[in-house]
């Protein structure tokens, strides 16, 4: 089993990533395969709905959404973390998300997702329900953690200062290795995810 985690912060090696490498810490003790994923210092831009992912299977763009694409196809579990930035998830995530999303969303489906933020301040609950809105969209089982996954500093070595923050980093890792022992399980029990209903598709006119 492998869980992907996804850095979405301009800085390879800063707090979010600190903030992963806590969730990822009890995923390696269960004996889970964890690979950090860095969208890069560039700015990723959003979907813009060309709809060429339908013809080719990846975003027609290419960049992070397209390289990711494999790595999201093995995963069994993905934590997608931010940085806030400007009170709300850092843009280059959210359109990392988007565009992986519109064109790779069949390959999140029903995989237990987790969502990390970091801050040095404020901002990371408006950034926390941006960055949920992709899961919620795909089926993707949330992993929570004993409160809302933040952690506070303006560099790793601060964001380690912060005990509560890196105990629930090590605690949703925990709980998302939890459920994907669960749905092994469940697997092996014969229990499979279930089809969603398909075919309505209402716009609000008249
Ligand atoms: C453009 C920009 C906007 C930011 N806005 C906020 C903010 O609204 N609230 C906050 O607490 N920190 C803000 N910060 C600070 C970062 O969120 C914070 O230091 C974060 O932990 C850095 O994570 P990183 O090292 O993974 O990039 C901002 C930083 C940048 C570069």
Avoid at 72 to 96: C, E, N, Q, R
Avoid at 129 to 150: D, G, H, N, R
Wanted: one cysteine or more; charged letters at 15%; glycine letters at 12%.
């Amino acid at each position: 089993m492998k869980v992907l985690l996804i850095n979405g912060s301009p800085h390879k090696q800063g707090c979010t990533w600190a903030a992963l490498c806590e969730v990822a810490k009890p995923l390696q003790a269960a004996g889970i395969e964890t690979e950090i994923y860095h969208i890069g210092a560039a700015p990723v831009g959003g979907c813009v709905g060309c709809g060429g992912c339908a013809k080719t299977g990846e975003c027609v763009f290419g960049g992070p959404p397209a390289e990711a694409l494999q790595l999201v196809k093995d995963a069994d579990g993905i934590v997608f973390g931010a940085p806030v930035h400007y009170a709300t998830a850092a843009a280059s995530m959210l359109g990392f998300m988007h565009r992986l999303a519109w064109s790779g969303g069949n390959y999140l489906r029903h995989k237990p997702a987790a969502i990390v933020t970091s801050a040095r301040r404020a901002g990371t609950t408006t950034a926390i329900e941006a960055m949920e809105k992709v899961p919620q969209f795909f089926e993707m089982p949330l992993i929570s953690s004993t409160y809302w996954p933040m952690v506070h500093g303006s560099s790793a070595e601060q964001v380690a200062l912060d005990a509560e923050g890196c105990q629930i980093m090590r605690n949703l890792g925990q709980n998302m290795a939890w459920i994907l022992k669960c749905i092994e399980a469940g697997q092996a029990a014969g229990i499979k995810a279930p089809k969603p209903e398909r075919g309505a598709w209402t716009n609000f006119i008249r």
